[in-house]
T-cell receptor, first 114, second 115 residues
């Protein structure tokens, strides 16, 4: 199947700093990518839809100034958590859609803010 | 609004036994249904998907799911469970619009396999 890669898989940052997570579709072009957040033992909550070449669409309650999303190319979307706080610690997962509208997920990125 | 219900939070089965994970959805149009599996600390792997055609869908790792419109269900089954199947399973629904659309996930079912 298609491969979606996230980097880094784990990151620890200090409160107040910013951290960037990358999501790449390795063997296909993805016009649309999605960013999810997952708290321990809970389901995935969609944060935003990332469209190549345009602004991301954020879900209600998600702070767009805090979670910056850039989809600069058909194979790369980035999520930047700005001024991170301990409550931002979570598992962040991206997904990318193929031309056949099948959605594949990355391996996820663990963010710990200390 | 679309929603997905996975009634069973946690299921334990013996290795070699059959498995059925339940999924019920609520959706106003023709749904695009998915089952994903997540191992601890990992991303999600697509097991199978359904939009149209044969209502019994075959997936990877010996899994299958049956779409029942009258019951708004898309239950996942496996005839004989292996210890490596222990993981979290998520059912998801989304619109099929020809372009990528966001998915709504159920709360997941944690599968434990005893030897």
């Amino acid at each position: 199947g298609a491969v979606v890669s996230q980097h880094p898989s784990r990151v620890i940052c200090k409160s107040g700093t910013s951290v960037k997570i990358e999501c790449r579709s390795l063997d296909f072009q993805a016009t649309t990518m999605f960013w999810y957040r997952q708290f321990p033992k809970q389901s995935l909550m969609l944060m935003a839809t990332s469209n190549e070449g345009s602004k991301a669409t954020y879900e209600q309650g998600v702070e767009k100034d805090k979670f910056l999303i850039n989809h600069a190319s058909l194979t790369l979307s980035t999520l930047t958590v700005t001024s991170a706080h301990p409550e931002d610690s979570s598992f962040y997962i991206c997904s990318a859609a193929t031309g056949r509208n099948t959605i594949y997920f990355g391996e996820g990125s663990w963010l710990t803010v200390v | 609004a679309q929603s997905v219900t996975q009634p069973d939070i946690h299921i334990t089965v013996s290795e070699g036994a059959s498995l059925e994970l339940r999924c019920n959805y609520s959706y106003g149009a023709t749904p695009y249904l998915f089952w994903y599996v997540q191992s601890p600390g990992q991303g999600l792997q697509l097991l199978l998907k359904y939009f149209s055609g044969d209502t019994l869908v075959q997936g990877i790792k010996g899994f299958e799911a049956e779409f029942k419109r009258s019951q708004s269900s898309f239950n996942l089954r496996k005839p004989s469970v292996h210890w490596s199947d222990a993981a979290e399973y998520f059912c998801a629904v989304g619109p099929y619009t020809g372009t990528a659309s966001k998915l709504t996930f159920g709360t997941g079912t944690r599968l434990q396999v005893t030897l």
